[in-house]
């Protein structure tokens, strides 16, 4: 789980240097395994827009790129297809040292000046991407620095997470780690408050035919958008944590997806046959062509996301083609759902097929938290791409998952840890952690786990979770 640090201080305050939140959050039991210092080695790249292209004169394959700086007009020689008038793209001026080990300088080549050279993702140690020159988005002004106006400055934590951790596959869930370790305040993004009525039911109906392997299904419309690039700061997140900006729309779902742990799939909605969605188990040999290109043939043991008229998703793993949100899609219906890890676990070792999103079903999501990112997810939607939210929403929830209650007592606490904690320090640490205390006698507390500690059932887990907090040194 990459963490980069701009986007968790966002939501609880560190003082402590990344090496610091690096040994903090190891001693808790969640090991970085490395800080990644990302946009380093950038000084002498900026950002600039070309205004013209002509053809090399003398290389068939090579582009005269004429490009803004802000201040002047400097000729760059370039070969990748990519580029387009109008375009703004890092210059790595001369004089400018590589994340690569590669140094700029100028040059003439096949007899033509090029004053710098315009880069890729991976010159600038982005990523692994160098299908053509990184195109920046339009917010992003000419003749700035590159690290600062692609948002690429940051360092990333690389946490590993254990599987009994679900709740941590998020930069909520590690902000929400670091404010209980440290007692301090978490800070929620805003979210607006769910929009009531009934309007959405004139655009789709929804039918969960196996609750066992769907216990909660919530879903939201945006009519009226328009698809298109997401702003820089969302792109260079989504780079921060391994993920390819692909769209406003799917971004979003990718965005929320690690801001909450909680795994989205947005439809076009004009795409849904009869306007109905099904959640029902695959007929044996049924088959999907899903996102990544691929054909699937599936078994009645496998939970797919069905239309009128047939698969659009395998449920909790990959969406298909046939409902793919394009540039000319306006409606689109988010889905947002609790699945039986058991039955996502089963799927994706059987087809061979992992995603962020069958990686974090298989572990557990906080079944509370549903409805929550679908109203995330349709805020930024309609930010980013303008329309509205329909009035109301779907939610199916026949039968609400709750966590037992489990007893602590003080002595069990003492005798296991070696500690003398009196019950005001062990209901302080559990307070911390988001639990609930009753206390029953001066021995004893009943703790009810949040819903996203699914892995709270022994009074042993609570003891752990003490000794995390209090130190084991």
């Known amino acids: 789980m990459r963490v980069p640090l701009s986007w968790l201080k966002e939501y609880v305050d560190i003082e402590e240097s990344p090496t610091e939140l690096a040994d903090l959050l190891t001693m808790a039991g969640l090991e970085v395994e490395d800080i990644i210092h990302r946009g380093q080695g950038l000084d002498d790249v900026i950002t600039v827009r070309i205004v013209e292209i002509k053809p090399h004169p003398n290389a068939d394959r090579l582009q005269l790129a004429y490009v803004d700086t802000g201040s002047e007009t400097l000729q760059v020689v370039c070969g990748a297809p990519n580029i387009y008038e109008g375009a703004v793209v890092p210059l790595a001026l001369p004089g400018a040292d590589l994340p690569g080990g590669v140094r700029i300088q100028k040059a003439k080549i096949r007899g033509e000046e090029s004053v710098g050279m315009l880069c ?41 997470i254990t599987p009994n951790r679900g709740d941590c596959l998020s930069i909520v869930g590690i902000a929400r780690e670091v404010a209980a370790i440290k007692r301090r305040k978490l800070k929620l993004p805003k979210i607006r408050a769910q929009i009531t009525g009934e309007e959405i039911n004139r655009y789709i109906a929804v039918d ?35 993920l390819r900006p692909i769209s406003n729309i799917v971004d979003v779902t990718n965005y929320v997806l690690f801001e909450f742990g909680q795994p989205l799939h947005a439809f076009d909605a004009e795409k849904l046959r009869d306007r109905r969605i099904v959640v029902r188990n695959a007929k044996d040999g049924e088959t999907i062509a899903l996102l990544d290109g691929t054909e699937r043939t599936m078994t009645e043991d496998d939970l797919l996301i069905c239309d009128g008229a047939g698969p659009v998703a395998i449920a909790g793993i990959m969406g ?116 609930e205390l009753k206390p029953v006698s001066a021995d004893l507390f009943v703790v009810q786990p949040p819903s996203h500690r699914t892995d709270i059932t022994r009074e042993v887990d609570l003891i752990e979770e003490i000794a995390r907090l209090w130190g084991y040194d």
Not at 120 to 137: A, E, N, P
Not at 324 to 350: G, H, L, M, Q, W
């Open 120 to 160: 890729s993702q991976r010159d600038l140690g982005i990523s692994d991407d160098h299908s053509g020159i990184m195109i920046l988005t339009d917010d992003v002004e000419p003749g700035k620095p590159f690290a600062q106006a692609a948002f690429v400055e940051d360092v990333v934590l690389e946490v590993a």
């Open 208 to 242: 969960v035919e196996n609750p066992d392997g769907c216990p909660r299904y919530v879903g939201l419309m945006v009519r009226g958008g328009k698809v298109g690039p997401s702003p820089r700061w969302m792109q260079a997140r989504l780079e921060a944590v391994g």
């Open 320 to 435: 298909g083609s046939d409902t793919e949100v394009d540039e000319n899609s306006e409606d689109i219906f988010i889905e947002s759902a609790y699945f039986n890890p058991r039955s996502i676990r089963r799927t994706s070792k059987r087809l061979g097929l992992v995603t962020e999103s069958s990686y974090r079903f298989e572990r557990g999501v906080d079944p509370d938290g549903v409805p929550l990112a679908a109203q995330r997810a349709a805020q930024l939607m309609v930010q980013l791409a303008g329309g509205r939210t329909v009035g109301g929403r779907i939610d199916v929830y026949p039968k609400p998952i709750r966590l037992k209650p489990v007893n602590l007592r003080i002595s069990r606490v003492n005798h296991l840890l070696g500690t003398e904690l009196k019950g005001a320090e062990v209901k302080e640490i559990l307070l911390a952690l988001g639990m």
